[in-house]
Each structure stands twice: as structure tokens, then as C-alpha cells.
Nanobody, 115 residues
Framework: QVQLVESGGGLVQPGGSLRLSCAAS????????MAWFRQAPGKQRELVAHSTSAGNTNYADSVKGRFTISRDNAKKSVYLQMNSLKPEDTAVYYCYAALLSRGYWGQGTQVTVSS
């Protein structure tokens, strides 16, 4: 079992930046796949970025070049640096961890991009 707690969401103006953090309750260095998803009102949850245990990362086309996922295994944490934010990035952002066939979700953190 892994508990995930997100933080760092809030209200930001278009063009601004936010850094989301996800703290895990246990060591994520051994084999854990970590990802950030988001869900906007009336839309399906979508994958934003992921990081494999081997250190490979990938991003949704809509955020490439603007968002960066990183992980600090010593701190049992994953981060999402979001730059050049747009109103369409407004959503609840969820941290996700998976090992073998088991997946775990955080409670989500709201990001609102508005002037």
C-alpha cells in the first residue's frame, strides 16, 4: 500500500508557473512507475507526464516543452514543474504510483489558470 499526498496547486495567471509535489508514504525507488494525471470539469482524466523506474519520461503533446516531471527517490517524492501555464491547463491534478499490477492515486490538487 502506498499513500500519495499532492500539494502545490493554486490560482495562477496565464503564463505563470507552479510546482506540484507528490509525497509517497514509502520508498518509490525500486520499480515504481510514477505519473501525473489531470481531470478538467466534464472531461476524462488524462495522462500528463510519467516517469519510469529507469528514469525515462514522457509527456502529453499538450504540455511538451512546458511541463517537467522529476523524482527524488531519497525524499520519496515526485514533482511536476509547470511553466507557461494556459487556461486550458485548469484541472485537478492527481499523482499516480504503480508497481507490478497495483496502482495508487493521490487525492488531487486543484490548479486554476485565470486572469
Amino acid at each position: 500500500q502506498v499513500q500519495l499526498v499532492e500539494s502545490g496547486g493554486g490560482l495562477v495567471q496565464p503564463g505563470g508557473s507552479l510546482r506540484l509535489s507528490c509525497a509517497a508514504s514509502r520508498d518509490i525507488s525500486s520499480g515504481y512507475y510514477m505519473a501525473w494525471f489531470r481531470q478538467a470539469p466534464g472531461k476524462q482524466r488524462e495522462l500528463v507526464a510519467h516517469s519510469t523506474s529507469a528514469g525515462n519520461t514522457n509527456y502529453a503533446d499538450s504540455v511538451k516543452g512546458r511541463f517537467t516531471i522529476s523524482r527524488d527517490n531519497a525524499k520519496k517524492s515526485v514533482y511536476l514543474q509547470m511553466n507557461s501555464l494556459k487556461p486550458e491547463d485548469t484541472a485537478v491534478y492527481y499523482c499516480y504510483a504503480a508497481l507490478l499490477s497495483r496502482g495508487y492515486w493521490g487525492q488531487g490538487t486543484q490548479v486554476t489558470v485565470s486572469s
